[in-house]
């Protein structure tokens, strides 16, 4: 079969559901996403420490980058001269690309927004830049992005609810103008996103206001902004339910595993987060029972792995003191060795909750990993 024939139409299958968790694959041209699903972040085209082919190892079937920072360097133009982002880095499967609204905002002072988009600096040379739902858009063609997301506000927290619902409504605003300026191509698809800040009915209006749209999945913005987790899960009650059951839902910037796990446990399916790669170059390393800092002193003279259980070099080859050795030297080969062992972790853990979900057993499962993260790290006696 040619490949032109081969591509799939983007969609997603839900296939069963234990209470609220979802068993489902999103099909794209460019692969399928086996969800729940967590996607290592390569901001710049290049998730930190790893190469793709590592990177897929882990069993990461999508990753993704960052409009803001592609646009700047070294621009949409390059990059789709390259042959896009998933042909310049050699990354095989699909790539979602952040709008670089959240980035934008973040700049505090070095912007200005409006009705039409935002104008801000760049962080690098100071330059001025505009960056509207239409040319987001626009970039993320040029990148070759298999799902492209709104260009949208993230609400600040807090806010009080007159301040998130001038914001959300601005997000549907441009969420229409983002949706009008998408070129549809087979395979490939476009997220709207839900804004509301911590305000229920606010959740509820933006939902209803996307559907009229009409999307190819839907994200949950404005959530993981500091807010904690126990008001994070209540506002996730509150809105998966009025989300569509046969489109993906992609909680955005989430993050520690505790929180994915809650988050699957009310609806949700995509996940992305910037924690195990940015805690594998600090030292810290993910595991059945919880935190593991390779810096502290006591793991010096450790021959244990990290995890037992784990399949990943830095588990399988090496120990412990060996790791707190590599640290210790500042040496590439450790923050390389960690944050491969925290992505891995990271994709076992989606891995096992998808097997959880399938055999209906997802409560128990919920139930055995909060056991263990407390159960904590044993020093060796």
Request: aromatic fraction near 8%.
């Given at each position: 079969?040619?490949?032109k ?7 997603y299958?839900l296939?069963t559901q234990?209470?609220?968790a979802?068993?489902?694959?999103v099909?794209?041209?460019?692969g399928?996403?086996d ?10 085209a290049?998730?930190?420490g ?7 190892q ?33 990354w095989?499967?699909?790539l ?16 200005k ?6 104008t801000?600096?760049s962080?690098?040379d100071g330059?001025?830049?505009?960056l ?15 799902i492209t ?7 600040p927290y ?9 914001s ?9 103008r ?8 087979q395979g ?8 509301g ?13 996307l559907?009229e ?7 949950i ?10 008001l994070?899960?209540?506002?996730l009650?509150?809105?998966?339910s009025?989300m ?9 910037g ?7 796990v ?21 030292g810290q ?15 010096a ?14 588990c ?9 050795h590599?640290?210790k030297?500042?040496e590439?080969?450790?923050?390389t ?9 990271y ?9 959880a ?12 990993f ?6 904590g790290?044993?020093p060796?006696?």
């Amino acid at each position: 079969m040619s490949e032109k024939n081969s591509i799939k139409k983007f969609s997603y299958e839900l296939i069963t559901q234990d209470q609220e968790a979802r068993l489902g694959v999103v099909h794209t041209g460019c692969g399928r996403i086996d969800t729940p699903a967590f996607m290592p972040v390569g901001t710049v085209a290049s998730v930190k420490g790893m190469m793709p082919e590592a990177v897929a190892q882990t069993g990461a079937q999508i990753i993704l980058s960052n409009t803001y920072h592609l646009m700047l360097r070294p621009g949409p133009d390059r990059v789709a001269k390259l042959g896009g982002v998933r042909a310049m880095m050699n990354w095989k499967g699909p790539l979602l690309t952040d709008s670089g609204g959240f980035q934008v905002m973040s700049l505090g002072p070095l912007r200005k927004l409006d009705e039409n988009g935002v104008t801000f600096k760049s962080h690098i040379d100071g330059s001025r830049h505009l960056l509207t739902p239409e040319i987001s858009t626009q970039i993320q063609h040029k990148l070759d992005t298999t799902i492209t997301m709104a260009f949208d506000e993230c609400t600040p927290y807090p806010a009080t609810k007159s301040q998130a619902a001038q914001s959300m409504e601005l997000s549907m605003r441009w969420a229409a103008r983002s949706r009008s300026a998408f070129i549809d191509r087979q395979g490939y698809g476009q997220f709207g996103i839900v804004q509301g800040s911590i305000y229920p009915d606010l959740r509820l209006q933006s939902i209803e206001q996307l559907q009229e749209i009409g999307f190819e999945g839907y994200a949950i913005g404005g959530l993981a902004v500091g807010e904690g987790q126990e008001l994070m899960f209540k506002i996730l009650n509150a809105t998966t339910s009025h989300m569509p059951q046969n489109k993906p839902r992609y909680l955005m910037g989430v993050g520690k595993p505790s929180d994915i796990v809650g988050a699957v446990s009310r609806g949700v399916d995509m996940f992305d987060c910037v924690l195990p790669t940015r805690s594998g170059r600090t030292g810290q390393a993910f595991t059945r029972f919880g935190t593991v800092n390779i810096k502290n002193a006591r793991h010096a003279d450790d021959l244990r792995s990290l995890d037992e259980a784990c399949l990943c070099p830095a588990c399988t080859n090496y120990s412990r003191g060996y790791l707190h050795h590599l640290f210790k030297a500042e040496e590439i080969q450790g923050l390389t060795l960690l944050t491969w062992h925290n992505l891995t972790y990271y994709q076992e853990l989606m891995h096992l909750i998808r097997n959880a979900i399938k055999e209906g057993r997802f409560t128990k499962f919920v139930s055995n990993f909060y056991q263990e993260q407390a159960q904590g790290d044993i020093p060796l006696l």
